[in-house]
């Protein structure tokens, strides 16, 4: 099996529907894979369907694997079930909220075993076809200040690079992220303290910790329709305080009390100019 694609589901059946539509609709020339689907107690009818696309058997790999949890269990762990079973070589994790677009598969696959043991982030794109930032620095005290106090680069930010070429980057959004079988092997599942947010952010810094490559594909596009796998959890206005849990696990409480201090002041700066 060469490629193993890790969906993880909480109530957005429409959404699942248009991704493994995608899915099927570009399958890989001459390429073995799976798709495992982890939904997480989903109450909006994701659960029928599943069983139905089974039942009728209407993906054509003919290998499609159902997880159904009895509550929301968070990403991490949901999708450290589905790395659990995966047989494939590689490993993509796959947003619920996204399209599949023509060829990306096949250039996700085909640059991974040029380059493996590595992690790669694909191209992502606004429904309108404009680029989406998934792209990220580490973010660090440092920076922090270099944006916030001094004006000094946009390390907080998802960027896009403008090559068009293949890129090394620090680290690349988990909504289209493939991972080697090495890279798992060696650095192990996602680190599931995290329920959601942050844990893509993790895995990248572990990986640059064993000396192992993470890769931006410009050529390899996914539609993702940002935030919407989640928007139903908080209203638009506190949709940021579902981050605060998962930045205290990745900084450390000291950290993450000093960098968000440096933000805030730093945003109140800007307001006043």
């Known amino acids: 099996m060469e490629l193993s694609i890790i969906i993880v589901n909480y109530n957005t059946k429409y959404l699942l529907e248009r991704c493994l539509e995608s899915v099927e609709r570009y399958t890989i020339q001459n390429t073995r894979y799976e798709v495992i689907v982890v939904d997480n107690g989903s109450t909006d009818g994701s659960r029928e369907y599943l069983k139905t696309q089974i039942s009728n058997l209407k993906t054509k790999t ?12 968070g990403f991490s762990k949901a999708v450290n079930q589905g790395i659990k079973q995966a047989k494939g070589d590689a490993v993509l994790l796959l947003n619920s909220d996204t399209i599949v677009k023509d060829g990306a598969l096949e250039k996700l696959v085909e640059f991974e075993k040029k380059v493996k043991p590595a992690i790669i982030g694909a191209k992502m794109l606004n429904n309108d076809g404009s680029v989406q930032g998934s792209c990220f620095f580490f973010p660090t005290i440092n920076r922090a200040i270099s944006e916030f106090w001094l004006n000094k680069g ?31 092997d060696k650095i192990g599942l996602l ?47 506190n949709q940021w305080k579902r981050m605060i849990p998962s930045s205290k696990i990745y900084y450390g409480l000291l950290r993450h009390h000093i960098i968000s201090f440096i933000i805030r002041t730093g945003q109140k700066i800007r307001k006043k100019r």
């Open 154 to 184: 946009n390390y907080f930010s998802k960027y896009i690079p403008q090559e068009q070429n293949p890129i090394r980057v620090e680290a690349v959004s988990g909504g289209a992220m493939l991972i080697s079988r090495e890279v798992i």
């Open 62 to 73: 003919q290998n499609l694997k159902l997880i159904f949890n009895t509550c929301n269990l």
């Open 191 to 237: 680190d599931e303290r995290y329920f959601m947010y942050f844990e893509d952010f993790d895995y990248c810094r572990r990986a640059k910790k064993y000396g192992l490559k993470v890769y931006y594909h410009p050529s390899a596009k996914v539609i993702h329709e940002h935030g919407a796998s989640g928007k139903h959890l908080a209203d638009s206005e």
